[in-house]
């Protein structure tokens, strides 16, 4: 018998005897497991004040993380007090993003966080504060917790935001935003080398893109670029230098900031860049070529597409990426660039389109790039808005020579329909494309197809489903490797199991 249940037990027999003897009961003689169930319908903020009502409730509802599922809650303090008391009462907090403000308020919001899948549940909280001081709190009582921080306008206390970072020893992912990038110029902070968080792997830097007026052009702006030999940003070096044997995703918001990797580069595994006017200068960052551990590339394309284009065919040999994504893709005319043969030890490539595809030009820019990848074995294709055809139209004008390796293609593809019935291949001409596809395929390919249905009904409301087909040569009977992967990815996309397995007989 558990602890919890013999406590129960004996504080159900003690008010059992105290209702014999006639005495009135409260809320605080249940048992633990009554009065668990009880708090358990209460919303967040009731929560929070029962938790402050008495040393036993605030243990169990700082102890109890059930407690909290599906309940967020919006707290507003005059003073850092008002904070420190929600955070006795609160679960530990796993996941902080702490936003410096001019407001003199604490604003926290707490939310309880289910990813799905295999992941745990987590408890997130949001903090909105005049000074880094209540972060520095946060972190003593949240530290050992800790596993994902995101921080803004980190040049307005580096020196604070460094003392308290030390306390959050289950650190595992790191965001820093800055403002303005060259904000805090006389800052001295530095993080002392000694003191390394030994889970720290994933590292997210992003600055604001800064439009100052330009003399010789009126009413144009220019970008202002970071002063990377800046104080604030020195402080940055200053961490990834002690953690630069821990260090092995980065994601940066220009490609301005890379130089800043310099401690960590060859240790990467994965890099993310959104691409910004510094992609036509890339090329010229030494650290560019000091990436021999990199196995993951993905790069935001969004208005730069030639300039990544260029980038890709010219992108520093040997490159060792297996897995590369092309995120924010007007059109495909950036694929044409993995032509050069840069990259082909790629086995998964991704591409989401934020444009409309011209079926005819697209395919064949798709069917030049996919040339250069030989050892492709996985491919998705995603559009991120309603297209003129179905997406599927790329793949089904292309020469099966340039997939000899592909054994799995995923396409994300919309439909708008009137229909309240299931899909069927009727409704999707893309389908057809599917099973031609399978068949002239050298592999066996397997092609799922994601639908985003926008059902209009009634012409009153509007209803999104997601609907997942997966198309195969073998019989349906039949699991094999392939079938798992395509089944795994599609929980994780859409956090439900595909719909239809559908056999294509050759």
């Known amino acids: 018998m558990s602890t919890c249940e013999e406590n129960s037990m004996s504080q159900t027999a003690d008010a059992a005897s105290a209702e014999d003897d006639g005495l009135t009961l409260t809320l605080i003689d249940l048992p633990d497991v009554a009065l668990l169930r009880l708090l358990s319908y209460l919303p967040a903020k009731d929560l929070v004040a029962a938790g402050q009502a008495s040393p036993r409730l605030g243990a169990l509802t700082r102890e109890h993380m059930p407690l909290w599922r599906r309940k967020e809650g919006v707290f507003v303090f005059d003073h850092v007090e008002g904070l420190v008391d929600l955070l006795q009462v609160v679960a530990p907090v796993q996941t902080l993003v702490y936003n410096l403000s001019q407001s003199q308020e604490f604003l926290a919001e707490f939310s309880f966080v289910e990813p799905g899948g295999n992941q745990q549940p987590l408890v997130s909280l949001k903090v909105i504060a005049p000074n880094v001081e209540c972060f520095k709190i946060i972190t003593k009582k949240s530290g050992p917790r800790l596993v994902a921080l995101e921080f803004f306008f980190f040049e307005r206390g580096p020196e604070e935001f460094f003392a308290g970072l030390q306390d959050a020893t289950a650190l595992e992912n790191l965001t820093l935003y800055w403002g303005d990038p060259d904000a805090g110029a006389r800052c001295t902070a530095r993080w002392p080398q000694g003191v390394v968080l030994d889970r720290l792997v994933i590292l997210n830097l992003a600055w604001g893109r800064l439009l100052v007026a330009d003399p010789e052009n009126f009413g144009a702006v220019t970008v202002r670029l970071p002063t990377l030999n800046s104080d604030p940003f020195q402080a940055v070096r200053s961490l990834i230098q002690a953690h630069s044997e821990k260090l092995r995703h980065a994601e940066l918001s220009s490609w301005y900031l890379l130089p800043l990797l310099k401690p960590c580069i060859r240790n990467l595994w994965l890099l993310h860049v959104h ?47 297996r897995v590369l994504e092309l995120r924010d893709c007007i059109d495909l005319a950036v694929v044409r660039g993995l032509r050069a043969g840069r990259f082909k030890t790629v086995i998964s490539l991704e591409i989401t389109l934020v444009g409309q595809i011209e079926s005819d030009v697209d395919s064949g820019r798709l069917e030049e790039g996919l040339q250069g990848l030989p050892n492709l074995a996985m491919l998705r294709l995603c559009a991120k808005r309603e297209q003129p055809m179905p997406l599927t139209k790329l793949l089904s004008r292309i020469s099966v020579t340039t997939i000899p390796e592909l054994l799995l293609a995923f396409i994300e593809d919309g439909l708008v329909t009137f229909n309240l019935a299931p899909i069927t291949q009727h409704d999707y001409a893309g389908y057809k494309d599917c099973r031609e596809l399978v068949r002239r395929a050298p592999q066996p390919l397997h092609v799922v197809v994601i639908l985003r249905c926008v059902r209009v009904t009634m012409g009153f409301g509007v209803t999104q489903d997601m609907v997942a087909t997966l198309f195969f040569r073998h019989s349906v009977a039949e699991q094999c490797e392939t079938c798992g992967l395509a089944e795994t990815s599609v929980c994780k996309s859409i956090g439900a199991n595909i719909h239809k397995r559908v056999q294509v007989k050759l």
């Open 275 to 321: 691409s910004d006017e510094g992609v036509s200068t890339a090329l010229q960052i030494p650290e560019l070529r000091q990436m021999p551990e990199l196995k993951e590339l993905t790069i935001n394309v969004e208005a730069f597409s030639p300039e990544v284009e260029s980038l890709l065919k010219a992108w520093p040999a040997p490159s060792d990426v």
